[in-house]
């Protein structure tokens, strides 16, 4: 499927949102303008600094914002359904039938009172699956002794096991969408990989679009088919993982790609970005990386980004690298500077 089709035939489109945190003492931009659009059945690794709205922008697929959370712009569209706007007994009904979470903490998620299968059975669809049925889906997980595991309370798994029981309720259903928000990175690297082959395995069966929110660039670039790198509650680049990690348009992805110890070849030096992560307000304006970017000029302070279109991918920068010579800008839409 081309780039373009993507964006013709979503199966999630995220437009032009934005959302605020309010609190007592502060209230911080988290999302904005943040846009998305993702096929049906693609994998997308959404990466970008701690604070860059990741998360917020996978709780809002399910609009599942905390109350502090409000969207003061923009839609989201999943599958057909503008979920900001729907009753609440249809957006109940669109994460049960159309999406599944796996969350950074499995444990946590679990209903300490509720044994395993239980909770299991809860997240099948008629809510009366038989044990067979149970004992299935922890096998499709590979979960040894599945009959033991059903009776454990959630105190009495590890946290590798915890995560693979999230993933066969958030997988249940055979959502449309699977969100998942760093489920790894509190699991050792062999695990991890097991994590990673196990649900990218059961979402290619089932045909599942994932949004796979993360740190790790080098998990996302072996496991995701795009890229969406975020940056102060926007997506700043966006397209196919190799062709943003290996040639990054925005100064952001460029400085992350150089920042990632995954990544950096034996004897290179790590390049970590200088700075702190921006944290946006309602009254911020202009590029959210200009104070750290080497390439800004004084619009770059001023003017929001244009989004642009670069090879087959969008970019939210004024002097891409693509602007500087370095390369020749193919397809480039109006790129200002
Ligand atoms: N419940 C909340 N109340 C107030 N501010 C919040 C809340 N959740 C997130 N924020 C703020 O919103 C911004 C975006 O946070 P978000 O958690 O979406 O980013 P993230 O990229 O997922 O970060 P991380 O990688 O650390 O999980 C940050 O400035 C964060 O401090």
């Not at 959370?69 to 109940?92: N, Y």
């Not at 790590?270 to 992560?277: E, R, T, V």
């Amino acid at each position: 499927m081309s780039e373009r089709d993507n964006r013709d035939s979503p199966v999630l489109a995220i437009e032009d949102v934005t959302v605020d945190y309010r609190t007592p003492d502060r209230e911080v931009r988290a999302l904005d303008g943040a846009s998305l659009s993702v096929a049906a059945g693609d994998t997308v690794g959404v990466v970008g600094e701690s604070g860059s709205g990741k998360s917020t922008l996978g709780l809002l697929v399910g609009r599942l914002l905390p109350p502090r959370g409000q969207r003061t712009s923009g839609r989201v569209v999943v599958d057909g359904e503008q979920v900001l706007d729907l009753p609440d007994r249809d957006i109940a009904r669109v994460r049960r039938e159309k999406l599944g979470f796996i969350p950074q903490d499995p444990v946590g998620s679990l209903n300490p009172t509720l044994r395993v299968g239980r909770q299991l059975r809860l997240a099948l669809p008629g809510r009366s699956a038989s044990k067979q049925e149970l004992v299935d889906q922890l096998e499709r997980v590979q979960i040894d002794d599945p009959q033991r595991v059903l009776r454990l309370y959630p105190h009495e798994v590890s946290g590798g096991m915890a995560q693979r029981i999230a993933i066969a309720m958030a997988m249940a259903r055979q959502p449309r969408i699977l969100v998942a928000d760093e489920p790894t990175a509190a699991l050792d690297s062999q695990v991890r990989e097991e994590v990673l082959r196990l649900v990218f395995g059961l979402a290619n069966e089932a045909g599942t679009t994932v949004l796979w929110l993360s740190h790790d660039l080098n998990a996302v670039s072996r496991w995701c088919r795009r890229i969406a790198v975020m940056y102060g509650g926007r997506v700043v680049e966006d397209g196919l993982v190799g062709d943003v990690l290996e040639r990054p348009e925005h100064r952001y992805t460029a400085a992350l790609a150089a920042s990632d110890p995954a990544r950096v070849a034996a004897g290179e030096r790590l390049a970590p970005i200088g700075g702190s992560p921006a944290t946006r307000t309602p009254a911020s304006v202009g590029c959210a990386f200009a104070p750290r970017c080497a390439y800004a000029t004084a619009a770059c302070g001023d003017v929001t980004p244009p989004t642009v279109e670069i090879g087959g991918r969008t970019v939210l920068c004024h002097h891409p690298a693509s602007s500087d010579g370095e390369r020749d800008l193919v397809g480039a839409g109006e790129v200002q500077s």
